[in-house]
C-alpha cells in the first residue's frame, strides 16, 4: 500500500507539471504538438538518466525510485497523448505533420533515452567529481 501512495504522489505531481508546460508552450490552435513531444523527449533522457544513476550512485530507496521514476516521470510523460495527436494529425490530413511527429517521438525519444543513459554513466563512472578515467 505505501508503494501505492508514493506512484501517486509522484503521478500527481507529474501530472500537474505535464499540464503546466503543456499549456505554456502549446496554444491550443496547434497544428504540430511541440509540446507533448518536448515533454516525452525530456522524459525520455530523465528517466534513462535516473534509472542509472540511482542504483549505482545515489542509492534511493525503492520507494523514491518508484515516486520520481514510475509516478512523476510516467505522469511527465504521455504515450496516450501522443498516439491520439498522431491519429487527429492522420484524420485530418496532415499526413507528413504525423508521419514527422512520430518519427521524432520514436528515433529522437530513444536517441534521448540512450544520451540520458551515457550521461548517466558518466556521472557514475569516476569516483570523485572532476576525476577524469584513466
Request: charged share 15%.
Amino acid at each position: 500500500m505505501r508503494e501505492l501512495i508514493y506512484v501517486g504522489a509522484g503521478g500527481f505531481l507529474g501530472t500537474i507539471l505535464r499540464y503546466g508546460v503543456q499549456s505554456g508552450l502549446e496554444p491550443a490552435s496547434s497544428n504540430f504538438p511541440l509540446a507533448v513531444l518536448l515533454i516525452n523527449l525530456v522524459g525520455c533522457f530523465f528517466l534513462g538518466w535516473f534509472f542509472t544513476v540511482t542504483p549505482a550512485k545515489w542509492r534511493i530507496s525503492a520507494e523514491w525510485r518508484l515516486l520520481i521514476g514510475t509516478g512523476f516521470t510516467g505522469a511527465f510523460t504521455t504515450f496516450s497523448t501522443f498516439s491520439v495527436d498522431s491519429i487527429h494529425l492522420l484524420q485530418g490530413r496532415q499526413v507528413g505533420l504525423a508521419v514527422s511527429y512520430i518519427l521524432l517521438s520514436v528515433v529522437m525519444g530513444l536517441l534521448m533515452s540512450f544520451i540520458g543513459i551515457k550521461a548517466g554513466e558518466r556521472m557514475t563512472s569516476s569516483r570523485y567529481p572532476g576525476e577524469s578515467k584513466r
